[in-house]
C-alpha cells in the first residue's frame, strides 16, 4: 500500500529544520557517537540529519543510517559549507567530536541570526579573547544569511577570527553549556550538570579527562545495544526513531511491550495494516495482553474489520482501568455498523466499569430510545421522494461548533427547510450498507458535504480510507443523483495517508458524481493531482456555503452596531503539526498580540471545542492574561451566527473560525497552520489577512493587521462584503445547476 507524506510548508509556513555535521573517513565513527547520543539524551526529536563530506561513498553511511531514519550524505569542500545549505528554514550545525547530554529544545526553538558560543583560545590560556571556532556549533537561520556572508569567509584562516567578521550584525550568542569544551575539564575535573553538549578536541583517551570519557562512553554501543537503549527509555519517542530502531529488534524476537507501542506509532499515524501485522503474532502472550487486544481491536475497526474488532475490545475490557475506554469504543462500533441497541448496552456496561466515563455517557444518551424513536420519526416526517439524503458529519454535544453550522448551511443552498421533513440525514462515519443504500436511492438525490471530509483519520475506514465510510461496490449502486458540495481536502502539513487507496476511492466517487465541487481552489488542484486526466476536469470549485451566510440565511440582516470586541480561537488537535518545535513562540508573540490589542478592543475567546481551551490556560499559566471565554460548542448555530456578526473582528486557528463569521460579514484574520485557511484566503484575493504559527515576528504584524482593519472598520466590512460577492456568484451559478440535476 502506497503511504504518501503531505508536504506543504511552503503555504503554511512551518518551519524545515536539519542537524548537520562535516565528516570526513576519519571523523565517521565520531558521526555515529554523535548519532546515539541524540537520539538517547533527545529521544522525541528526529529532524533530517545532513552529513557534509568531501566525496565519501555511499556505502561509508550505511552505519549511521542504521541509527538514523533520515540522514542525507551531501558532498561539501568543507565544514562551512553549511553555511551554503538553502532548502531549510534552520540548521543547526553539530561537530562529530562532539556528545549531546541534554536537551536541545533551546536551540531548535531558535529563531534569530546565527547563534554560536564564542571559545577562548585553547592555545595560549593567556589570551582572554573569545572567538568563533570554525568546528563549533552553529544555529543557522538561513534568512538571515545574506549573499556577502561566505564572500567574507573566503581568504581567512581558521580560528582567526574570520567567523566573527563574517558573522557580524546576525551573531546571537548561545549559552556555552550548548558547546562546552573538554579541554576546560583537564585534571578529571567532573562535566557540570547542566552541559547539553560537550565537545572533544582530541582529548578523548587521554590522562586528566576521566569524567569526561566517562560522560562519553554510554553512547559507545554496537547498533543493538543501542537500539534496546533507545526503545527502553521512558516518555515520548518520536515515532519515526522508535520504528526505526524497534523494527530490527522485533525481527529478532517478537516483544509484547515492544510491539504494542510500534503498533500504536503505526496506528496514530494512519497504518492500520501494518499495527494489525505487528500485533498479530503476540497478542496471545500472556504479558499486556488487554492493552494488546485494545491497539489491536482499535486498528481492526480503523480497517471496517469490524467481527475482528469487536472480539479484541471484549477481551481489553478484561483490565479494570481501561476498561470504560473500550466499552466507550465497542459503543461507537456497534454504532457505525447501525445496531443502536448493542450501542445502548455496551455504554451502559462501560458507565458501569467507571459512572464519570464521559464517553460512555455520550453512547448512552445518544442511544437511548426515546431519541431513536425520535429518529425514525425524523426520518418518515415526509414522503421520501421529496426529500434529499444527507451524507454528512451531523456534530451534536460538545463536538465541534462549525460541525453544527456547516451542514444547516449546506441545506440553505437546496432548500429554506432544512430539517427532517425536506432532508435524510446520514451521517458520515456510519458504515454505509444495504439499508442505507435502499433509503438513500428512494430519496430525489444525495448530497455529500460540506467540510474537510478528504481526511484519513478522524474516523478511519478500509472502504475509503476517507471519511464516508462506503465501499466502491456499494457506491456504484446508488441510483439517484449524487451531488459531492463543498467538500475540502483536509490532509494536515506533514501527515501520511494511504494514497493509493484514497485515489481509487476518489475515482469511483467522481465517476458517480453528478456534480463535484470543493470549497477551495486549493482542494481542487490537490484532488485533480491524484485524478486521471479524462476526470479531472469534472472536480469544481464550490465556495463553503459558511461564507456566503448573509446571503443563506432567512431573513438576514446586518447589524446595526458592532461589540467593541476582537474573538480569538485556536485550535489543537494534531498539535506537532500544526506548530513542530514553535509552540513556546507562538503562545509568546500571541500574547504580544493580546497586549497590543486589549488596547483598542476587548479581546475574548472563542472555543468551537473543550479543547481549545487550551489556549486560554497556556496564556493566563506562562504569560499572565486572561481572556473571557466564549463557550460555542454550548451555542444553537443561531447564537454563533450572531455572536460573530456583532463583533468587530475574529482572529482564528480554525477553518470555520474564519469561514463564519466572513460569511457573516465580520473582518477576519487567520493564523494558518493548516493550508485549508491559505487556500481560502487566496479565493478571496486576501493571502495578507493570513499569518502562519510560525511567523518569527507573529505578535507584531498580526497586531498590525488587526489595528490597521480595525482602524477603517467600515472599510473592512465593505471588504469583506465585496470579497464575499464573487464567492455568491460562483455559489448561485452551481445551484442552479444542482436544481437541473435533482429536478
Same mark, same amino acid.
Given at each position: 500500500m502506497t503511504r504518501a507524506v503531505d508536504d506543504r510548508r511552503a503555504v503554511t509556513g512551518k518551519r524545515r529544520i536539519a542537524f548537520a555535521a562535516y565528516a570526513d573517513e576519519g571523523r565517521l565513527p565520531g558521526l555515529l557517537v554523535l548519532l546515539r547520543s541524540l537520539a538517547l539524551t533527545n529521544p522525541a526529536v528526529c529532524e533530517d540529519f545532513l552529513v557534509l563530506h568531501p566525496g565519501l561513498p555511499d556505502e561509508a553511511f550505511e552505519p549511521a543510517r542504521r541509527l538514523h531514519p533520515r540522514l542525507f550524505p551531501r558532498p561539501a569542500a568543507a565544514r562551512l559549507d553549511v553555511l551554503r545549505v538553502t532548502d531549510y528554514d534552520t540548521v543547526i550545525a553539530l561537530d562529530t567530536g562532539m556528545v549531546v547530554l541534554g536537551d536541545l529544545g533551546e536551540l531548535l526553538?531558535?529563531?534569530?541570526? %546565527?547563534?554560536?558560543?564564542?571559545?577562548?583560545?585553547?592555545?595560549?590560556?593567556? *589570551?582572554?579573547?573569545?572567538?568563533?571556532?570554525?568546528?563549533?556549533?552553529?544555529?543557522?537561520?538561513?534568512?538571515?544569511?545574506?549573499?556577502?556572508?561566505?564572500?567574507?569567509?573566503?581568504?581567512?584562516? #581558521?580560528?582567526?577570527?574570520?567567523?566573527?567578521?563574517?558573522?557580524?550584525?546576525?551573531?546571537?550568542?548561545?549559552?556555552?553549556?550548548?558547546?562546552?569544551?573538554?579541554?576546560?575539564?583537564?585534571?578529571?575535573?567532573?562535566?557540570?550538570?547542566?552541559?547539553?553538549?560537550?565537545?572533544f578536541t582530541g582529548q578523548e583517551g587521554r590522562p586528566g579527562y576521566g569524567p569526561a570519557d566517562e560522560a562519553r562512553r554510554p553512547y559507545e554501543l554496537d547498533d543493538d545495544a543501542f537500539r534496546d537503549a533507545y526503545c527502553a527509555l521512558p516518555g515520548a519517542k518520536h515515532p519515526d526513531l522508535l520504528l526505526h530502531c524497534a523494527g530490527p529488534l522485533l525481527e529478532r524476537k517478537p516483544r509484547v511491550d515492544l510491539a504494542r507501542a510500534v503498533a500504536e506509532v503505526h496506528r496514530q499515524q494512519g497504518r492500520h495494516d501494518e499495527a494489525v501485522a505487528v500485533l498479530t503474532p503476540v497478542a496471545g502472550r500472556d504479558v499486556d495482553r488487554p492493552r494488546c487486544h485494545q491497539t489491536l481491536g482499535a486498528s481492526l475497526m480503523a480497517l471496517s474489520r469490524y467481527e475482528e474488532a469487536e472480539r479484541h475490545m471484549l477481551l481489553a475490557t478484561a483490565a479494570p482501568d481501561i476498561a470504560a475506554r473500550n466499552f466507550g469504543q465497542l459503543a461507537r462500533l456497534a454504532w457505525l455498523r447501525g445496531d443502536e441497541h448493542a450501542a445502548? *448496552?455496551?455504554?451502559?456496561?462501560?458507565?458501569?466499569?467507571?459512572?464519570?466515563?464521559?464517553?460512555?455517557?455520550?453512547?448512552?444518551?445518544?442511544?437511548?430510545?426515546?431519541?431513536?424513536?425520535?429518529?425514525?420519526?425524523?426520518?418518515?416526517?415526509?414522503?421520501?421522494?421529496?426529500?434529499?439524503?444527507?451524507?454528512?458529519?451531523?456534530?451534536?454535544?460538545?463536538?465541534?461548533?462549525?460541525?453544527?453550522?456547516?451542514?444547516?448551511?449546506?441545506?440553505?443552498?437546496?432548500?429554506?427547510?432544512?430539517?427532517?421533513?425536506?432532508?435524510? /440525514?446520514?451521517?458520515?462515519?456510519?458504515?454505509?450498507?444495504?439499508?442505507?443504500?435502499?433509503?438513500?436511492?428512494?430519496?430525489?438525490?444525495? %448530497?455529500?458535504?460540506?467540510?474537510?471530509?478528504?481526511? #484519513?483519520?478522524?474516523?478511519?475506514?478500509?472502504? /475509503?480510507?476517507?471519511?464516508?465510510?462506503?465501499?466502491?461496490?456499494?457506491?456504484? &449502486?446508488?441510483?439517484?443523483?449524487?451531488?459531492?458540495?463543498?467538500?475540502?481536502?483536509?490532509?494536515?502539513?506533514?501527515?501520511?495517508? &494511504?494514497?493509493?487507496?484514497?485515489?481509487?476511492?476518489?475515482?469511483?466517487?467522481?465517476?458517480?458524481s453528478a456534480f463535484?465541487?470543493?470549497?477551495?481552489?486549493?482542494?481542487?488542484?490537490?484532488? &485533480?493531482?491524484?485524478?486521471?486526466?479524462?476526470?479531472?476536469?469534472?472536480?469544481?470549485?464550490?465556495?463553503?456555503?459558511?461564507?456566503?451566510?448573509?446571503?443563506?440565511?432567512?431573513?438576514?440582516?446586518?447589524?446595526?452596531?458592532?461589540?467593541?470586541?476582537?474573538?480569538?480561537?485556536?485550535?489543537?488537535?494534531?498539535?506537532?503539526?500544526?506548530?513542530?518545535?514553535?509552540?513556546?513562540?507562538?503562545?509568546?508573540?500571541?500574547?504580544?498580540?493580546?497586549?497590543?490589542?486589549?488596547?483598542?478592543?476587548?479581546?475574548?475567546?472563542?472555543?468551537?471545542?473543550?479543547?481549545?481551551?487550551?489556549?486560554?490556560?497556556?496564556?493566563?499559566?506562562?504569560?499572565?492574561?486572561?481572556?473571557?471565554?466564549?463557550?460555542?460548542?454550548?451555542?444553537?448555530?443561531?447564537?454563533?451566527?450572531d455572536l460573530y456578526a456583532r463583533t468587530r473582528l475574529v482572529i482564528g486557528m480554525r477553518g470555520h473560525a474564519g469561514m463564519i463569521p466572513f460569511g457573516c460579514g465580520t473582518p477576519i484574520l487567520s493564523l494558518v497552520s493548516h493550508p485549508k485557511l491559505a487556500y481560502f484566503l487566496s479565493d478571496i484575493e486576501r493571502p495578507e489577512w493570513g499569518v502562519s504559527v510560525h511567523e518569527r515576528h507573529l505578535g507584531t504584524r498580526l497586531a498590525e493587521r488587526a489595528e490597521m482593519l480595525l482602524a477603517d472598520h467600515d472599510a473592512a466590512v465593505a471588504d469583506v462584503h465585496d470579497r464575499q460577492r464573487a464567492l455568491w456568484d460562483v455559489t448561485q451559478e452551481n445551484i442552479a445547476g444542482l436544481r437541473k440535476i435533482f429536478g
Open positions: 526553538r531558535m529563531r534569530d541570526g %546565527v547563534g554560536a558560543v564564542p571559545q577562548l583560545l585553547p592555545e595560549d590560556p593567556a *589570551d582572554d579573547r573569545r572567538v568563533l571556532l570554525d568546528d563549533g556549533l552553529l544555529v543557522i537561520q538561513t534568512a538571515a544569511l545574506d549573499e556577502g556572508l561566505l564572500g567574507r569567509l573566503d581568504g581567512g584562516s #581558521p580560528n582567526d577570527g574570520s567567523l566573527d567578521s563574517a558573522l557580524k550584525g546576525v551573531l546571537e550568542r548561545v549559552d556555552a553549556r550548548h558547546d562546552f569544551l573538554a579541554h576546560r575539564l583537564f585534571d578529571d575535573a567532573p562535566v557540570p550538570e547542566n552541559v547539553a553538549i560537550l565537545r445502548h *448496552d455496551y455504554a451502559r456496561q462501560g458507565l458501569d466499569a467507571d459512572p464519570t466515563d464521559g464517553t460512555c455517557r455520550a453512547w448512552h444518551e445518544r442511544t437511548l430510545p426515546a431519541a431513536l424513536r425520535r429518529d425514525e420519526a425524523d426520518a418518515a416526517a415526509a414522503p421520501a421522494a421529496e426529500q434529499y439524503a444527507h451524507v454528512a458529519l451531523f456534530a451534536d454535544g460538545n463536538e465541534n461548533a462549525g460541525d453544527k453550522v456547516l451542514p444547516e448551511a449546506v441545506r440553505m443552498c437546496l432548500d429554506t427547510d432544512t430539517g427532517p421533513r425536506r432532508w435524510l /440525514s446520514v451521517h458520515v462515519h456510519r458504515l454505509f450498507d444495504e439499508r442505507a443504500l435502499e433509503r438513500v436511492n428512494a430519496r430525489r438525490g444525495l %448530497v455529500i458535504g460540506g467540510g474537510g471530509l478528504f481526511l #484519513p483519520d478522524t474516523a478511519p475506514n478500509g472502504n /475509503s480510507t476517507w471519511q464516508w465510510n462506503v465501499a466502491d461496490a456499494t457506491l456504484q &449502486r446508488i441510483t439517484v443523483p449524487i451531488a459531492v458540495f463543498a467538500v475540502g481536502y483536509n490532509i494536515f502539513d506533514g501527515q501520511v495517508y &494511504r494514497r493509493e487507496r484514497f485515489a481509487e476511492s476518489l475515482r469511483a466517487l467522481v465517476r458517480s463535484f465541487g470543493l470549497r477551495n481552489r486549493g482542494s481542487v488542484e490537490r484532488v &485533480r493531482e491524484l485524478l486521471p486526466p479524462e476526470l479531472r476536469d469534472r472536480v469544481l470549485y464550490q465556495p463553503c456555503p459558511t461564507t456566503v451566510t448573509r446571503r443563506l440565511a432567512p431573513g438576514w440582516t446586518d447589524p446595526e452596531r458592532r461589540d467593541d470586541t476582537v474573538l480569538v480561537n485556536c485550535a489543537y488537535d494534531r498539535a506537532g503539526l500544526r506548530f513542530g518545535h514553535d509552540y513556546g513562540h507562538f503562545l509568546s508573540e500571541m500574547a504580544t498580540a493580546v497586549r497590543s490589542l486589549g488596547k483598542h478592543a476587548e479581546v475574548r475567546y472563542a472555543a468551537h471545542m473543550p479543547t481549545d481551551e487550551k489556549f486560554v490556560n497556556d496564556l493566563r499559566r506562562e504569560h499572565g492574561l486572561t481572556l473571557p471565554v466564549e463557550p460555542l460548542y454550548d451555542a444553537t448555530n443561531d447564537e454563533l451566527r
